[in-house]
């Protein structure tokens, strides 16, 4: 059974910073690779960062050197830093495992204003 719980989202200024959080509840999560994901009302949920179990890293173009993605497997949480940010970064942003997309967690909303 998986859980997702993300945190860390809230209200902040275009230019500053956030750092997200993931707990899963994941049987064997460092076998897994895993990715933040960000949703805006009106469109389709979209792969923001991802990170495989043995670390390699992928992210979204225009987030790409503002954007931190790691993981810690002892604890199983994924974390995103979020810098620089803008107001086009607002969204609900969510955890999941690369592939699987029948459960999702609440999210965290991230509300960047200008």
């Known amino acids: 059974q998986v859980q997702l719980v993300e945190s860390g989202g809230g209200p902040v200024q275009a230019g500053g910073s956030l750092r997200l959080s993931c707990a899963a509840s994941v049987r064997s999560f460092s076998n897994y690779a895993m990715g933040w994901f960000r949703q805006v009302p009106g469109k389709e949920r979209e792969l923001v960062a991802r990170?495989?179990?043995?670390?390699?890293?992928y992210y979204e173009h225009s987030v790409k050197g503002r954007f931190t993605i790691s993981r810690d497997n002892a604890k199983s949480t994924l974390s995103l830093q979020m810098n620089s940010l803008r107001p086009e970064d607002t969204a609900v942003y969510y955890c999941n495992i690369i592939g699987r997309s029948d459960y999702w967690g609440q999210g965290t909303k991230v509300t960047v204003f200008s």
């Open positions: 990170i495989s179990s043995a670390g390699s890293i």
